[in-house]
């Protein structure tokens, strides 16, 4: 089986977030990037396929040459291959279309990507890059099993969860629990000096055009004064309820 694991190169949720350029432009001065968490969970249990059923996997991710510490962090992990499309992710559409690529001309039989990325959470690409290679789709996946040409995944939805079997070619949106946060692998010294030697190749765009452009950014407002009502008092809470917060 032919696993391709899409990476998305997100800051870290601990990184302080500032916007330049009359606050149209991201400023990743001094800030960490990382694995986007959802991928990062389905790097794991792409892992657990190699493991268990001697799969092969690959890792590709839409980005600059800012990108490689992280694909190679991927590589570490135990990834047997990486691939970077030079361009600068800036559309999720584009994104797909990229990613679409790569998947085709590899020929994959399974494409996990995470349900979205926790930069700007547009949700967009796995079901676009699906519908782009033609192949079944399933997201918010918390559960998936192969064997043989059949899937079994579970996803959460309103209410519960669902369990679904279908066929590969497959791409799912992964997210938390689709392994446990224990099971997330840590590169060791061997896994880092391998992946020096691993080949990360440099895919060239298909094209620069864009459907969607971010015109400018803004920070939540921040939280004001909390104000206490004694227990006692609830025709204070009711009148500041219904005025002020306007919740009821």
């Known amino acids: ?24 432009k991201f400023d990743t001065n001094g800030v960490q990037f990382v694995i986007n968490p959802n991928d990062e969970f389905g790097l794991t249990r792409a892992m657990w396929f190699k493991e268990k059923q001697n799969a092969t996997v690959d890792v590709v991710t839409v980005g600059g040459k800012d990108t490689e510490p992280t694909i190679r962090k991927c590589l570490a992990i135990g990834a047997d291959t990486a691939y970077r499309v030079d361009t600068e ?5 584009q994104v797909a279309k990229e990613l679409a690529k790569v998947a085709k001309d590899g020929e994959y039989d399974l494409v996990i990507a995470g349900r979205e990325s926790i930069d700007y959470n547009g949700g967009m690409v796995p079901g676009m890059l699906a519908k782009l290679i033609g192949a079944n789709f399933i997201n918010t996946c918390v559960s998936l099993e192969i064997e043989g040409e059949t899937a079994t995944a579970v996803r959460e ?5 669902e369990t679904i079997k279908t066929t590969l070619p497959l791409v799912i949106g992964g997210q938390k629990g689709l392994v446990e946060e224990s099971d997330l692998k840590i590169p060791n010294m061997r896994g880092i000096m391998m992946a020096r030697k691993k080949p ?3 895919i060239e765009p298909l094209s620069s055009e ?11 407002e921040p939280k004001s004064e909390v104000t206490l009502i004694d227990a006692d008092n609830l025709d204070k809470l009711i009148d500041l309820l219904h005025n002020e917060a306007k919740a009821i």
Request: aromatic share 6%; glycine share 6%; hydrophobic share 35%.
């Open 89 to 93: 992710p800036l559309d999720g559409f």
């Open 210 to 220: 864009i459907h969607t452009e971010a015109k400018s950014f803004r920070k939540p």
């Open 1 to 24: 089986m032919k696993i391709l694991v899409c990476i998305s190169h997100v800051p870290d949720t601990t990184s302080k977030i500032n916007f330049v350029d009359n606050d149209t």
């Open 200 to 202: 990360l190749n440099v």
């Open 157 to 161: 939805m309103d209410g519960g969860k």
